[in-house]
């Protein structure tokens, strides 16, 4: 775990006592830093708090940006342009309003965002940056042909003065990111991450996460662009080119920069490769061959300095995939009936809760689905089976909102969810699991279910449904979660969201038969323990038989039977089709 994080988790030390920690050494440093340092020294600063920035969009939302410099321009241009008006307020002002645009900015960059990845979202950014390269080459800032100075705040004029203010900055900033970082923005940021349809079933809109993680990364940018208007005195195009936001971005990369020490690690890099060059005489634009280098070795293999250095410093190395498994045991009879009679039947009470009506869904020419009607009673458990490929994970994505080309209606209690997206009708008490791990292993367990529950579970309701399904303590980090388990951790974290519906995508999936029959167990309790119904795709038929009251069965995309439970698995057609999987019946 990195070092800062692990020293607030402890509780040991509070981010705003860090913060008042870090000013006083700056304060120190400030006085005591050689003459021919400091000016590096406020440029290190400056870096470390464009880096912080980017570190949300690359690092923490998984996403490319690269113009962060330019976003720093516009944060320059704003500073500059209002000393030129001369408008009221004063610098600390200005910086603040450089801010605002330059996040104002990000937003506009982040619309293409919303539809490009990858490759795509990278030229994007970097059209931008050169564009606006271009632009500021013609026009320059304003105030520079007249060599108008943008004047430091009172009482930081000199170098020694304006490195301490900025060093104010960046604690106050960097205390800011922490915060954010660990808010309901910083879990959807990281979910947006690893899903993006994990993140909408969480309810979460995926367009506010990204564009929200664009504007915070590049108001920080603006923030420290202002602040390089303050270092300079009068800002010239070369300090924003493009080249330097890729250097800046392969910086983000190598150093991990979404942590704060590692994007102090980052900013001191950005002045200290520079200037070894300049020691051994070799002309400085060679630091972006360093740069290039270091980013090829962060992107090529999987480590980075900074995770290097991280690991060095904390002893700890990293399990991935395989370690803390499930705490799922059968109840003993007598525990379990005694369950179930505060329970009921699970065949619910005879009100409808999810109808679904004539639902077709074709792929070109494959008819995933056709006409399927099917219904959930408020307070039931209901199986949905079907060989491989029968239309069943069609079925919940459409139901979910994830196929919105569908025909048919679908309704939750007395909403029509046709047209919604997903995080509406995650709104509207209808989630999801998904047969495909969508659970992000940059969280904790803890985090990843306070975010899925959208604030309706306190830790000690977490705690609860956590040990109720049998999933690893809150504190556990998911990265070190096997793969059966976090199938439970994903079902736990929607249960603590309280939904009307919940529509389970194979969740059983990577349990031994044990653990099947315990979590069998778990989900009749569900309906009267949490006032959940359940949807649940499964093909382990035992299972199915355990908790399901009513069953539908898919066979090529149609409905091939569906009813009570006796009548379905005895339908000669059921039969028929599980033929040549025997080992399920
Ligand atoms: P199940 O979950 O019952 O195993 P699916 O719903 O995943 O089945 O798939 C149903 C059918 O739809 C399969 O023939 C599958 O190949 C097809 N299919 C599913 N998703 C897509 C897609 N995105 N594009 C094209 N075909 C798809
Ligand atoms: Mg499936």
């Excluded at 996403?63 to 009221?88: H, K, N, R």
Aim: net charge neutral; aromatic share 8%; charged share 15%.
């Amino acid at each position: 775990m990195p070092l800062v994080d692990t020293l607030f988790r402890s509780r040991r030390i509070s981010p705003l006592v860090f913060g008042v920690v870090a000013v006083l050494v700056a304060f120190a440093l400030s006085a005591l830093l050689p003459t021919y340092l400091v000016y590096l020294a406020i440029t290190a600063i400056v870096a470390t708090i464009a880096l912080l920035g980017l570190g949300i969009v690359t690092g923490t939302a998984g996403m490319i940006a690269l113009c962060q410099l330019t976003f720093a321009a516009v944060g320059a241009w704003i500073v500059s342009l209002f000393t030129v008006l001369d408008v009221p307020g004063g610098y600390i002002l200005w910086l603040v309003a450089g801010g605002v645009v330059a996040g104002l900015a990000g937003v506009v960059i982040g619309l293409p965002a919303l539809r490009l990845r990858g490759v795509n979202l990278a030229v994007v950014t970097l059209g931008f940056a050169a564009a606006a390269d271009a632009t500021l080459l013609k026009t320059q800032f304003p105030g520079a042909p007249q060599g108008t100075k943008v004047p430091r705040p009172e009482g930081f004029l000199d170098d020694r003065g304006f490195f301490f203010f900025c060093a104010i900055v960046l604690v106050v900033i960097a205390v800011a990111v922490h915060y954010l970082q660990r808010s309901r923005f910083g879990s959807g940021w990281r979910s947006v991450a690893f899903s993006e349809r994990g993140t909408a079933s969480a309810g979460t809109s995926v367009r506010l996460a990204k564009l929200s993680a664009f504007a915070v990364s590049a108001a920080i940018a603006g923030i420290a662009g202002g602040l390089i208007a303050g270092q300079v005195g009068t800002a010239y195009p070369a300090g924003f080119s493009t080249i330097q936001s890729l250097a800046l971005y392969v910086l983000a990369i190598v150093s991990g920069a979404y942590l704060i020490e590692m994007a102090v690690f980052g900013g001191i890099l950005w002045v200290l490769i520079p200037e070894l060059l300049k020691r051994f005489g070799i002309p400085q634009d060679w630091g972006f061959v360093v740069f290039g280098a270091l980013g090829i070795q962060a992107l090529t293999t999987n480590s980075n300095l900074g995770q290097d250095l991280r690991n060095a410093l904390t002893k700890r190395r990293h399990r991935r995939g395989a370690g803390t498994s499930t705490g799922l045991v059968p109840l003993s009879d007598e525990a379990f009936e005694a369950s179930l009679q505060a329970s009921g039947s699970g065949s619910g009470s005879g009100k409808p809760l999810l109808t679904v009506t004539g639902l077709s869904v074709s792929f070109g020419q494959v008819k995933a689905l056709q006409n399927v009607d099917l219904t959930v009673d408020e307070g039931a458990i209901v199986g949905l089976i079907g060989p491989n490929g029968a239309g069943k994970s069609t079925f919940v994505d459409a139901v979910a909102g994830f196929l919105p080309q569908h025909e048919g209606t679908v309704r939750l209690g007395g909403d029509a969810l046709d047209g919604l997206p997903p995080h509406k009708r995650a709104r509207l008490g209808l989630r999801r699991t998904f047969q495909q791990d969508r659970v992000p292993p940059s969280l904790t367990v803890g985090d990843y279910v306070a975010f899925i529950a959208r604030g309706e579970a306190e830790p000690v309701a977490i705690a609860e449904v956590l040990a109720f399904i049998g999933c690893p303590p809150a504190s556990t980090r998911i990265v070190n979660v096997d793969v059966g388990t976090r199938r439970l951790v994903e079902v736990a974290a929607n249960l603590a969201a309280k939904p009307r519906l919940l529509v389970l995508d194979e969740p059983a999936a990577g349990l031994s038969h044990e653990e099947h029959v315990a979590f069998g167990q778990r989900l009749r309790m569900i309906p009267a323990r949490y006032g959940t119904s359940i949807l649940i795709i499964e093909h382990d038929l035992d299972l199915v038989r355990s908790v399901c009251s009513s069953i539908t069965v898919l066979n090529f995309g149609a409905v091939l039977a569906s009813g009570s439970q006796e009548t379905v698995m005895n339908d000669p057609e059921v039969l028929k089709a599980y033929m040549g999987e025997t080992e399920m019946l």
